[in-house]
């Protein structure tokens, strides 16, 4: 009668050489697929976004915000400075869809924000984008 099987150590490696001749091919494989994600990544149907460039006359302009609030507390909408009644009959009516933008000038006291949050948020203004501008 003949053996359906071969003997465990008929080709003279051990245990650990086969064991590495079997990972090697799983090795190559793995590389493989590792250097086509890097190439696919590089390869886009679209270029990537212009990023905006700090000019010194953009420094200057009065960024695109539906409020602005100056240092002092003031506010601000198209340049005229507002009491609360002109504020809140100035701003656009609620939507939550597109929150209200608010341009704060650096030295203003949270304090000063927060009064100011909490009036726009009984005008019904829960959504609210604050604008910053990155420290230097």
Known sequence: MTDLLPPPFSS?????????DALLP???????????FIVAGQIADEPLPELPTAEIGAQQQEPRADLSVTSSGDWKIAGQVLNKERLLASLPPADPQKPLTIAAAEGLAM????SLFRTLENAGHTEILLLTEPGS
């Open 12 to 20: 003279g490696k051990t245990l650990m050489e086969r064991v590495e």
């Open 26 to 36: 799983l090795i190559n494989l793995v590389f493989l697929l590792l250097m086509f």
């Open 111 to 114: 304090a000063k924000l927060e």
